[in-house]
């Protein structure tokens, strides 16, 4: 009964925002083997809107939509809860999922990307501004958090700072990045020249600290028998192999009091991750792929 109540507010809530909107909406339209709670006819592809509030299986979802599909309308559904086994995103499938707060503007969520209320969601999606993307691409304003930390050079016995990367990167729709998981040409996000140019901006800001940061640059590796790019020492220039300064960094990954500095920077290279997802950047700057 509960559930009964809610989808037919929710319909109810879907029709009237896009009559507030001038759009066209029925109700309970009917097609062949299809019968649609909110119906957009007057679109350059017609809209299905469907509030799925009981659990229904990813099979059974499909089979619905192919009938969509066959007759040329973009199905889009509106779950209470996620749908067991879709584990992607898909072009196919356009699912969203409401949340029903009695009282307050419905809202729906994008993955948990983003939360837009019912009339911006509506508005955009039925502009086709909310667009099945297959990457995630990062924005080029970023806020970065660096965290510092100390290591002893193996060979002079010189204190040294490095630093690394605590926060993941965003695209405009609010998708998550993490840099070692893109395919990206360094191997490391701390060795961009942005991350480098934040790194030494902290340091000559903060003088008092008495930081000393090495050059990061190639250096040839006896172990590996090749040069690669890597913090070294200050002082001797020696190279900091990466499992040294692996360990080094592990043991203030969860020190609440290690030396931390948070800015905005601009990302010379966008970085990118095969995310499916349904984008809706806030800056009309959508993801890649298709
Ligand atoms: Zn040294
Ligand atoms: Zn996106």
């Known amino acids: 009964m509960e559930n009964i109540r809610k989808h037919d507010r929710i319909q109810m809530q879907i029709v009237s925002t896009c009559q507030a909107l001038g759009i066209t909406a029925k109700q309970e339209h009917k097609g062949q083997g299809w019968r649609a709670d909110v119906f957009i006819p007057n679109n350059e592809r017609p809209i299905a809107f469907e509030i799925q509030l009981s659990p229904q299986s990813l099979s059974k979802t499909l089979e619905r939509q192919s009938k969509y599909i066959r007759d040329g309308i973009l199905g889009c559904w509106l779950f209470e809860h996620p749908i067991p086994k879709l584990l992607k995103e898909r072009p196919d499938l356009p699912v969203f999922y409401v949340e029903d707060n009695e009282g307050s503007d419905l809202m729906v ?41 100390e290591m002893v050079c193996w060979k002079c016995g010189e204190l040294n700072h490095l630093f690394y990367v605590e926060t993941p990167f965003y695209s405009s729709c609010n998708a998550k990045i993490k840099p070692e998981e893109a395919l990206w040409e360094s191997n490391s996000i701390e060795y961009s020249p942005e991350i480098i140019a934040l790194a030494e901006r902290f340091i000559e800001t903060r003088k008092d600290l008495n930081l000393k940061l090495g050059v990061i640059k190639e250096r040839f590796s006896k172990t590996v028998n090749k040069p690669y790019v890597s913090f070294g020492c200050y002082k001797c220039d020696s190279l900091f192999g990466d499992f040294y300064v692996m360990e080094a960094k592990i043991d203030v990954i969860y020190d609440p009091m290690a030396l931390t500095y948070q800015d905005e920077i601009e990302l010379r290279q966008n970085i990118e991750l095969n995310i499916p997802h349904w984008c809706f950047p806030d800056n009309k700057q959508f993801c890649g792929g298709h």
């Open 109 to 149: 969520n994008l993955g948990d990307r983003r939360k837009i209320d019912l009339r911006m969601f509506l508005e955009n999606f039925i502009s086709n501004s909310i667009q099945f993307k297959d990457v995630a691409r990062t924005n080029s304003m970023q806020t970065v958090k660096l965290v510092f930390y």
